[in-house]
């Protein structure tokens, strides 16, 4: 058989082979995909997770004495107006504390006059009395010696004379000198005790105010107009020093620590929009933004989160303090996008990939999408809307595969 025969029964083998191929890949039976059409939405993305209601400028009232709780003078979650008298302690103790700081501070302060005065009237002028007295007589025996001693140099006078006088006059000089030192002893001691009981008296008075504000403190009053969102004390309960009595706050404007997981972080930026809602009104949806994003990471039970604030609205006073909500913040909006499932949406080496359907086949295309949420991605090249695509079934698509195609509606 010649070389150019060969190759014609090779050819025509060939052909025969793929005539049977085909003939038996017609005859298989095509494979059911999901077919859903390319529609426009408005497109969204958000960080979702649970946060923690907090009032934005609360003001806490705490015991400030150790004493039963004798009357409540309003409930909790009663709206309260500045100066409202809240409740009453039992005011028996510091009361007669106080009685007894002012009445010690009354002596005090008699005490410190008579200081300032000199020492004790009395005292001072019987030194002082005493003093003058001596001077005199200590006067009158000097001019009495110079007297004398002319007399006895005329012979008018004896020597024993003018000895007895000398002798005298020794005596009361040595009186006057130790009456001056009594007297000058006594006012630096009047001056010491000036200092000693001045801060004697600014002890007692420190004292008195203090006592004066635990006594007001018996009986606390709203230091705003707010919401008494926190009471928790009873009638007759004992209360110690820093004990919380009160917490109220403006509950218009709230704010939520959002605990948002560490790998979302980054895509946090301040005045994004939060809704918050909350499982005791599911009807209910509540405004606000962000306020602060997080500087650092923390652990909340198991998780690694950063604290994110939100600012939000409470018009209707229905949110309340410490209660846990769900938050939902809004990262970017594409209105009217053109999006694709993205179960429709295979990947390779960075490329995007689908399969279009049409005339019973599979046609691979490559896309461009740009943003991404959870169930779609936007399109921003290689299709067109209403083009239908496929969703994976039982088996892998292939380019020019045979299908038979079930219709969804996409929404």
């Not at 958000?46 to 709780?69: C, H, L, M, Q, W």
């Not at 005596?171 to 001045?198: C, D, Y």
């Not at 909350?278 to 997080?294: I, Y």
């Amino acid at each position: 058989m010649t070389l150019g025969k060969r190759l014609w029964l090779i050819l025509a083998a060939a052909i025969v082979l793929a005539a049977v191929l085909v003939f038996i890949n017609e005859r298989r039976p095509a494979a059911s995909v999901t077919e859903v059409a390319i529609v426009r939405e408005n497109l969204s993305t958000d960080i979702s997770s649970n946060g923690k209601v907090e009032p934005i400028a609360p003001y806490d009232i705490r015991a400030e004495t150790e004493t039963f709780v004798k009357r409540l003078n309003v409930a909790e979650g009663q709206q309260v107006k500045k100066g409202q008298l809240l409740l009453e302690l039992d005011d028996t103790q510091v009361q007669s504390q106080l009685t007894q700081a002012q009445a010690e501070l009354s002596s005090e302060e008699d005490e410190l006059r008579a200081a300032q005065a000199g020492g004790r009237p009395d005292q001072a002028a019987k030194l002082k009395g005493d003093l003058e007295k001596a001077t005199a007589e200590r006067d009158q025996l000097q001019r009495q010696q110079a007297a004398l001693e002319k007399l006895v140099a005329q012979q008018a006078a004896t020597p024993a004379e003018l000895e007895q006088n000398r002798v005298a006059l020794v005596s009361a000089t040595a009186e006057v000198n130790q009456l001056s030192q009594a007297l000058a002893e006594f006012q630096r001691q009047a001056k010491l005790q000036v200092e000693q009981v001045g801060l004697e008296v600014e002890h007692s008075r420190a004292q008195v105010a203090d006592l004066r504000e635990k006594l007001r403190a018996t009986r606390p009053v709203a230091p705003v107009d707010g919401t008494l969102y926190s009471l928790p004390v009873h009638v007759g309960d004992f209360v110690h020093v820093g004990d919380p009595l009160a917490g109220i706050a403006d509950l218009h404007n709230l704010r939520v620590r959002a605990y948002i997981d560490e790998p979302e972080l980054g895509q946090l930026e301040p005045n994004q929009d939060v809704e918050i809602t909350w499982d005791a009104k599911p009807e209910r949806v509540w405004k606000g933004r962000v306020e602060m994003v997080p500087k650092q990471v923390v652990a909340h039970g198991t998780r690694s989160v950063g604290e994110t604030l939100c600012s939000v609205t409470n018009d209707k006073l229905e949110l309340i303090p410490n209660i846990t909500v769900d938050v939902h913040i809004h990262l970017q909006e594409r209105p009217n996008a053109l999006v694709v499932p993205r179960g429709a949406v295979q990947i390779n080496g960075g490329h995007h990939y689908v399969f279009l359907v049409g005339d019973g086949r599979l046609h691979r295309r490559e896309i461009k999408v740009g943003m991404t949420t959870p169930v779609d991605y936007e399109v921003l090249g290689g299709l067109e809307e209403g083009d239908e695509v496929a969703l994976p079934g039982d088996v892998a698509p292939k380019d020019g595969m045979r299908v038979r195609v079930v219709v969804v509606n996409p929404e």
